[in-house]
């Protein structure tokens, strides 16, 4: 158990509709990275928050949108859902302590379907 | 920039024999590399990470990689494989100074035979 919580765990919705995944980082982690696992495009890096405010952005859409709150958790909201946003999305949390690389630490995953 | 490849998308060992998993990256800046495992329906799990001390990196599960600069490469080795360590690999560079905002390689899918 990597003590990062990822709800749901699976999500099924319609195309057109918008979602809201959830993270809880490791207790004291004050980084939370969110990522895409699909099957064409495997594993990529979307957004990382760092104690509240963005810190650095990668292949996110305009649809997608994130954000930490006071507590550390992040959420991931998913909008105007297209089939093919159908994937896995990761959670990680860092301590990222005194500027230095840490590994991150990943919850379970949230598988999201587009129907 | 940054950017990496994992050499085989599929390996295919017997239990008993040595694993080796080829990983070559590239960074415009001194990287830090991982090796992440996943197991089927699970979530990533680190097996070990090189951030600048020795160029030889001990893991969970016998897990080991070398790190050499002269060749970009970070191969993940094991001397004998078990048939618990079937599953999909990442390499990941990330910059040293953030984690999070890491590159994936593809993935290598290991099986092991009995």
């Known amino acids: 158990d990597s003590g990062v919580t990822q709800t749901p765990k699976h999500l099924i919705t319609a195309t057109g509709q918008r979602v809201t995944l959830r993270c809880s980082p490791r207790?004291?982690?004050?980084?939370v990275y969110w990522y895409q696992q699909s099957l064409d495009q495997g594993l990529q890096f979307l957004i990382q928050y760092y104690n509240g405010e963005e810190r650095a952005k990668g292949n996110i859409l305009e649809r997608f949108s994130a954000q930490q709150f006071p507590d550390l958790h992040s959420e991931l909201n998913l909008s105007s859902l297209e089939l093919g946003d159908s994937a896995l999305y990761f959670c990680?949390?860092?301590?990222?302590?005194?500027?230095?690389?840490?590994?991150?630490?990943f919850g379970q995953g949230t598988r999201l379907t587009v129907v | 920039a940054q950017s990496v490849t994992q050499l085989d998308s599929h390996v295919s060992v017997s239990e008993g024999t040595p694993v080796l998993l080829r990983c070559n990256y590239s960074s415009s800046y001194s990287p830090s590399l991982f090796w992440y495992v996943q197991h089927p329906n699970k979530g990533l799990q680190l097996l070990l990470k090189?951030?600048?001390?020795?160029?030889l990196v001990k893991g969970i599960n016998g897990f080991e990689a070398e790190f050499k600069k002269s060749e970009t490469s970070f191969h993940l080795t094991k001397p004998s494989a078990h048939m618990s360590d079937a599953a999909e690999y990442f390499c990941?560079?990330?910059?040293?100074?953030?984690?999070?905002?890491?590159?994936f390689g593809d993935g290598t899918t290991l099986t092991v035979k009995p």
């Open positions: 090189y951030t600048s001390a020795a160029t």
């Open positions: 990941v560079v990330s910059e040293r100074t953030n984690a999070g905002k890491s590159t």
């Open positions: 990680a949390s860092s301590p990222q302590v005194g500027g230095l690389s840490t590994e991150a630490f």
């Open positions: 207790s004291g982690d004050l980084s």
